[in-house]
């Protein structure tokens, strides 16, 4: 029998951060996309060589950025991203298609397999979950999400929100990269004095949005509290 934790699914998969960081940085190598410098990632790009498609540009339901659909095997059918946002032409606009194609790349990668086995379910008419429209993100084939606007209000229990949200910014921001980027902010920020600190990490995410060419909000995601454990680490 199903469990709220599942959701619309027959199951719930959990994804160590490990083994996410793991997968898409080997996602991005295996069609040569991992820059070896900290620079923007060519996600476009990624779409076309890893999952063999072009980008599509649809009007999707309000609120929702992008999309993805499965095939009865579980394999991404198509990546959708919104026609006003691909017609978006401020700075913040593009960086947020970039996140919004990485996003529904992470669901690419990790929840295909959950997409099989729920759609053979409901072929069978054996998938039977009690309040299954509260689940707004989750259609019949896919997945129609919010992108990085979700990245501080994804419900807990979308669970495969979250997750599509951990390989977005693995791939966007792959993790040696944005150290080697953030080491000298993160010098900076142990030198400064406790009340101007708040100011380096400010300046710390404008500068790297412009590096990985993401918004702001993406670096706040990546990092978290990485300043003061750098800070601990720095003190020993």
Same mark, same amino acid.
């Given at each position: 029998? /199903?469990?709220?934790?599942?959701? =619309?699914? *027959?199951?719930?998969?959990?994804?160590?951060?490990? !083994?996410?960081?793991?997968?898409? +940085?080997?996602? @991005?190598?295996?069609?040569?996309?991992?820059?070896?410098? =900290?620079? =923007?990632? %060519?996600?476009?790009?990624?779409?076309?060589?890893?999952?063999?498609?072009? *980008? %599509?540009?649809?009007?999707?339901?309000?609120?929702?950025?992008?999309?993805?659909?499965?095939?009865? +095997? &579980?394999?991404? +059918?198509?990546?959708?991203?919104?026609?006003? /946002?691909a017609q978006d032409e401020t700075l913040v606009g593009k960086r947020k298609f970039r996140s919004t194609v990485a996003h529904e790349c992470g669901h690419g990668l990790f929840h295909g397999e959950l997409f099989a086995e729920k759609i053979?379910?409901?072929? /069978?008419?054996?998938?039977?979950?009690? &309040?299954?429209? $509260?689940?707004?993100?989750?259609? $019949?084939?896919?997945?129609?999400? %919010?992108? !990085?606007?979700?990245?501080?209000?994804?419900?807990?229990?979308?669970?495969? $929100?979250? #997750?599509?949200?951990?390989?977005?910014?693995? *791939? *966007?921001?792959?993790?040696?990269?944005?150290? !080697?980027?953030?080491? =000298?902010?993160? +010098?900076?920020?142990?030198?400064?004095?406790? &009340?101007?600190?708040?100011?380096?990490?400010?300046?710390?995410?404008?500068?790297?949005?412009?590096?990985?060419?993401?918004?702001?909000?993406?670096?706040?995601?990546?990092?978290?509290?990485?300043?003061? #454990?750098? @800070? #601990?680490?720095?003190?020993?």
């Amino acid at each position: 029998m /199903l469990t709220e934790n599942h959701g =619309p699914f *027959l199951r719930r998969i959990r994804l160590e951060t490990a !083994e996410v960081e793991a997968c898409c +940085a080997d996602a @991005l190598r295996s069609v040569k996309l991992m820059p070896t410098t =900290p620079q =923007p990632v %060519r996600i476009d790009r990624f779409v076309e060589k890893f999952f063999g498609l072009k *980008l %599509r540009f649809a009007v999707l339901a309000e609120s929702r950025m992008g999309a993805v659909q499965f095939t009865d +095997a &579980g394999k991404v +059918a198509g990546i959708f991203i919104c026609k006003n /946002l691909a017609q978006d032409e401020t700075l913040v606009g593009k960086r947020k298609f970039r996140s919004t194609v990485a996003h529904e790349c992470g669901h690419g990668l990790f929840h295909g397999e959950l997409f099989a086995e729920k759609i053979a379910a409901d072929k /069978l008419q054996f998938l039977l979950v009690p &309040g299954f429209d $509260e689940f707004h993100s989750v259609g $019949e084939r896919g997945f129609l999400c %919010r992108g !990085e606007a979700g990245l501080d209000s994804t419900p807990k229990y979308e669970w495969w $929100e979250y #997750q599509a949200n951990m390989a977005m910014s693995a *791939l *966007l921001l792959p993790w040696h990269l944005v150290m !080697e980027a953030a080491r =000298p902010f993160a +010098a900076k920020y142990a030198e400064a004095r406790p &009340g101007m600190r708040d100011t380096v990490i400010e300046r710390a995410w404008a500068e790297l949005a412009e590096i990985f060419d993401v918004n702001p909000v993406m670096i706040r995601f990546r990092l978290k509290n990485w300043w003061n #454990q750098a @800070l #601990q680490l720095s003190l020993l």
